[in-house]
């Protein structure tokens, strides 16, 4: 894979893999749907745990925080969804237009809003199960803890990595 016809100023980035910006913009597009695989099966399972929860004959005996919290998550849960779907809609409109690097930069921005959803969600709905079962002190408690593991998980540790430079792949 030279620089021959007409990709010598096509070079992406030099971090030592010989792609064309074409190149390098397929394979960042298959590993960002991959990762929107694992968000989204994520998501389905919080979806799928919140759709029953309604039909679950304790749901009646919910007081008017738990159901607005409910209410909230369900919401939340449709937009972790669309989000999720988002890219491929994008990828369906604009196939074959070689716009590929552009709606890569797009979809990224797209699974960080996903990854940002889909903590909200996994918090909010570690509050609403710890609340019904144990409380409301316990789901503050819980929420703090989850609030900090997203944080550290999510945040903190990827931006760790790597922050010498150095590649991380």
Known sequence: MGGLGGRAG???????????????ADRNWDELMQELRVMQTGAQILSGFLLAVAFQP??????????GLYVA??????????LALAPVALHRTHFAQGRKPELVVIAGRIVAADLLAIGLLTIGVTTLIVD????????????????????LLWILVPRRVGRDGRPTD
Not at 10 to 24: C, L, M, V, Y
Not at 73 to 82: D, I, R, T, Y
């Open 132 to 151: 019904v079962a144990l409380g409301r002190v316990a789901a503050l408690v819980a929420t703090c803890l989850c609030v900090v593991g997203v944080v």
């Open 10 to 24: 096509a070079r992406a980035h030099d971090d030592g893999r010989d792609e064309s910006r074409n190149e390098r």
């Open 58 to 67: 304790r749901f009646p005996d919910l007081d008017e925080v738990q159901v």
């Open 73 to 82: 998550l369900v919401g939340l849960a449709a937009v972790c969804s669309l």
